[in-house]
């Protein structure tokens, strides 16, 4: 909240919001990979939001701050992917709105994702580093086909509207966050769009993979969603 410049009162509010209404309060004193790829993805927000103020003397803070996030989400968990994704989305939406560095901006993209790309082809399909290997990826790109069904939907909209389930029953001051995007959206639709995205990508990627299982079994709440609780 302050990064993005709303002041230090609403930023002590809402830290108090997230620790003490939402689930993760419960998930803190686990060690699951969750809980860390949470942390690490709110560090790639941060980043974010420092650059979204574009000043000079927070633009390297703020890639330092993205890029340690990202890469060390992605290595907590695969999952960190939905919030690389959503944050892509951010960026390409602040190029368009912007009449200088177009060019750049696409450029970094594609060569991070050309390098992305080469790192996953050069990496061996077995060994501690697999999960992050082209044959992993192609695994995954043929078990999502086939779980394109017409109940995907449902699967999706699961985590935001079960009765059981729902995000919004485990962490009520996500409620608020409804409000927020409405209110909040003419100046930091740029922050809002990739939170939400993140969410949404979450969602999407957990049914994809565990299908009509999608809810788990016990626990408090969908914990594959926690990285995207910090920013909502």
Known sequence: MVALGLGRRLGIWCGLLFGLATMAWPYAST???DTLAMALTAVAFLGWALLLRDES???W???AALSAGLVGGILAKNTAWAAALALAIGAIM???ERRRGKAAG???LVVIGAVLVVLAFALPGTGPLARFS?????FLLSHFR?????SLLAEVAGPFVSPAKSVFLFSPALLLALGGALLGWRGARL???PAWLTALFLALAQALFYREQWAGTFGWGLRFMLPAIPRL
């Open 31 to 33: 060690f699951l990979r």
């Open 146 to 150: 086939a779980s394109l069904t017409p």
């Open 106 to 108: 696409v450029a970094a």
């Open 61 to 63: 803070v703020g890639v």
């Open 191 to 193: 922050f809002i769009v």
């Open 134 to 138: 082209a044959d992993y990826y192609q």
């Open 94 to 96: 602040r190029w368009l």
């Open 57 to 59: 003397k927070w633009r």
